[in-house]
């Protein structure tokens, strides 16, 4: 059984972003499905759908990512393999056009799992990534606006973001991620973000801490989007696999997830889970959270999670 779950972050779309969103999402899942039907490979699928939405502006991860609040683009990633619990993660990391391809390098080429800042981005030059701007002007000019609207006294400190996200629901929307099984029952979990606008500098986010934002067993996998430090707070991703090795299928593991988040912490939140027979799920509590998914079932990429169906 091959099958594959992406997500285009939680949050609000705006309606003229929805059209290059789905096609993304459809762009996405059609090269990382191609992959895993040719080469039957769910890490280098998983690698490939992340990286073309990291390379999609519209999302945030990669290129067009959110910006600090000092106006830098600081990218976070990570990719597990269930089978092995081999895993690489990026926090921090500048200048750099595929975040998640840089995770992959940490699992692959490091004895370690998790690399940040300057020394991610060191490490990527020593991999012969060459340097590259992720800084779009669509977000710079979002990103002028906000600041704006803060100095003229909205608030500005991180404490206060659930507000200003009540606020701009617009703000959360964006970060991607993806969970891929194969025919050898290989479950491969990613996810690539830019974090949440305007984050004070140095705040690492869920995306690149296993078990938060980003985890996979040999019983299923999972990838999240929201507020970071609630799904970090709830160890959601790690809590999703748990549940699915239990027995409960992806679609009541990512309810039950969504469940614990508005029991407990109450931030906005989604969850993409895949299991070990190549069942699917997705939840949320926000307006909106973009999923596309496939499997060999039929083959036929269906696309759904916005506020309108
Ligand atoms: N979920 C993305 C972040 O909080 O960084």
Redesign the pocket.
Known sequence: MKAMILHGGVGKVKNEKRDRVEAGLKRAIEAGYKILCEKNDALVACETAVNVLEDEPVFNAGTGAVLTLDGRCEL?AAIVKGSTLEAGAVAGVENIKNPISLARMVMEKTDHVLLIGDGANNFARLMGIPDYNPITEERLEEWRKLKSLLIKGEPIHWKKIQELIKQYPELLHG?VGCVAIDDNGEIVAGTS?G??FL?LFGRV???PILGA?TYATPFGGAS??????G?MRTLLAKTACDFMKMGISAQKTAEACIDLINNTVMTETGIITLDKSGKIGFAHNAENMPVAFVSSLDNEIKIAGFSSE
Not at 224 to 229: A, D, L, M, Q
Request: charged share 25%.
């Open positions: 976070d970060t973000t974090g949440v984050k986010g869920d995306t934002g999240c989007t929201g507020i970071g430090e799904i």
